[in-house]
């Protein structure tokens, strides 16, 4: 039996959602396939994450549609290939047409990995 490729990023990344997890809570099952040449986990293998919960609180905020205009990451650690992470966003600013979340996303045992915002 072959497994089917991804048809999209948030599969091809392990990105998802608790059924249980509050509005702007995510998480990203990590594995082999998004480790980079060295075979470590590295910041580009969290963006899809961190861009999609970014967006979160304002898009719900203003209840439309949201374009990220910029994101601004950086990494504390690098998680283990088989982490689990964990990312929420909260808005920190809306002006109506314009907005800015915080964005944390931890690891194992709430461990701190990324933080920035967008």
Known sequence: MTSQPPTDPFSAFGVGRRPDSALAEMVQHLGPGLTDHR?????????????????????????????QARLSMSMSDRPAVDEVLEAAAELVMNSGDFGATAVTVTGDRGRPLCFGSA
Do not use: C, N, R, W
């Open 39 to 67: 075979g470590l986990i590295d910041l580009p293998a969290l963006t899809v994450l961190f861009d999609d919960i970014g967006g979160v609180p304002f898009f719900f905020a203003e209840e439309g549609s949201s374009v």
